[in-house]
């Protein structure tokens, strides 16, 4: 149904409303948004195609894309990211002029959800329509957006099986009101680590087994509620009681292992607390590229370990 407005907001249709699931984990189905080169390859209709794309992919970063008719007929959408968290979310806006003149404007929300060892993938696009001339854009919208998710369902194999490494390289600070003695204790010792490493809601812990010591190990294996298993699979190599941690980890996602990792944990006096430095140097397998996720997922778990050392 058509709502009509008054010239300056002009007409604005109902919402348009797409899912799609992909055999592939949210990171890499994110991935496959986030830049120039994999936008060109998929976002437009069948028959379209993408020859440029400027993408700035940060809030307020431009979002500018280039959709070319089978007639060659040019149509520019130009706006801005709104809203970015990897993997779960982006929000974007967009503009199509023709001639200097805008035609209409979208404002296009994107979720991304585990399903099992997949993605399920929404998409939520408003419009207002300022030339009712290209009221046939929304009105074939759904069409469209079928046809361009197949091209990305196709991308999104590509990317898997480019068989590529991502490196990915990130720093979290954190101060605790407690002393370096107390905060290595809660990342050294099995029982007190799993107050804040594996209480998770939504999350069974399967085996947990840790020993913190060069040459040591520690493996811990859950299962998410979406049924997906995640095991943690560390070596110690350098551990200096309430000073340091050095460590290397691979990840697995059920059968699949989606990166390997050098960690270091530094513990530095703060006053009468204590200053821990995260330092993480991963490498993303096969096309899994998390996309800032495991930085995000990092620090939430480091305010937990903040949040246990207050009891």
Request: glycine share 10%.
């Amino acid at each position: 149904m058509l709502q009509a407005h008054d010239d300056k907001t002009g007409i604005k249709p109902e919402p348009l409303v797409i899912t799609r699931n992909f055999a592939a984990p949210r990171a890499l189905v994110f991935k496959a948004w986030s830049s120039a080169e994999n936008m060109k390859r998929w976002f437009c209709p069948e028959c379209y195609t993408v020859p440029e794309a400027e993408i700035d992919f940060r809030p307020g970063g431009v979002c500018a894309i280039c959709m070319r008719s089978p007639e060659g007929q040019d149509f520019w959408s130009r706006g801005e990211y709104i809203e970015i968290a990897p993997p779960d979310r982006l929000v974007f806006s967009g503009t199509v002029a023709v001639g200097g003149s805008p035609k209409f404007s979208t404002r296009t929300t994107v979720t991304f959800e585990d399903d099992g060892a997949g993605t399920r993938m929404s998409v939520h696009q408003a419009y207002e329509i300022f030339d009712e001339a290209f009221l046939f854009a929304v009105e074939g919208a759904s069409e469209g957006w079928r046809t361009t998710l197949d091209k990305l369902e196709r991308e999104v194999a590509r990317i898997q099986a480019e068989g590529s490494v991502v490196h990915a390289t990130f720093s979290i600070e954190r101060i605790y009101d407690a002393s370096p003695a107390r905060v290595f204790h809660a990342l050294s010792d099995q029982a007190v680590k799993a107050r804040w490493f594996t209480g998770v809601d939504g999350y069974t812990v399967l085996e947990c087994d840790m020993d913190v010591r060069p040459g040591g190990r520690e493996r811990v294996k859950g299962r998410w509620a979406s049924g997906v298993v995640a095991t943690f699979d560390a070596s110690y190599f350098d551990v200096v009681p309430n000073r340091r941690l050095v460590y290397a980890y691979e990840m697995q996602l059920d059968e699949r292992k989606i990166s390997v990792s050098l960690a270091t944990m530094e513990l530095k006096p703060e006053g009468a607390g204590t200053r821990l430095v995260m330092t993480e140097q991963g490498a993303f397998l096969d096309g899994y590229d998390d996309a800032g996720g495991r930085e995000h997922g990092t620090g939430f778990m480091l305010d937990r370990l903040g949040a246990s050392l207050k009891d």
